[in-house]
Nanobody, 129 residues
Framework: QVQLVESGGRFVQAGDSLRLACAAS????????MGWFRQAPGKEREFVAS????????DYGDSVQGRFTTSRDNAKNTLYLQMNSLKPEDTAVYYC??????????????????????WGQGTQVTVSA
């Protein structure tokens, strides 16, 4: 199994930047696809970004395209989400996730909650207008 722990969430002003990290332990993440989702109060969990095993493919949700960038450092077993030009509507709990069912050699797109098997506990990001 693998444990995922997100960090970096905090209160910021609109227009600020923030970088989230997701540290994995218990298993190497090297060959697996990973992703970021977020959930605001009263709303469903929303796809934010995904990254293939070697970073060769990244995908983003429409609402964050051009502002957020995901990356990974497999040597550090860590996933990152760089968030720029933050808006109040970005306020949510941000979760990282990993799909441990199979190695991601095909770099298949993974944008659904059901595409992932393990989740972190989340980190709160609050953006003030």
């Amino acid at each position: 199994q693998v444990q995922l722990v997100e960090s970096g969430g905090r209160f910021v002003q609109a227009g600020d930047s923030l970088r989230l990290a997701c540290a994995a332990s218990g298993r190497a993440i090297t060959v697996y696809a990973m992703g970021w989702f977020r959930q605001a109060p009263g709303k469903e969990r929303e796809f934010v970004a995904s990254i293939s095993w070697n970073g060769g493919r990244t995908d983003y949700g429409d609402s964050v395209q051009g502002r957020f960038t995901t990356s990974r450092d497999n040597a550090k077993n860590t996933l990152y989400l760089q968030m720029n030009s933050l808006k109040p509507e970005d306020t949510a709990v941000y979760y990282c996730a990993i799909d441990l069912r199979e190695p991601n050699w095909s770099q298949a797109q993974k944008q659904a909650v059901s595409d992932y098997t393990n989740w972190g506990q989340g980190t709160q990001v609050t953006v003030s207008a």
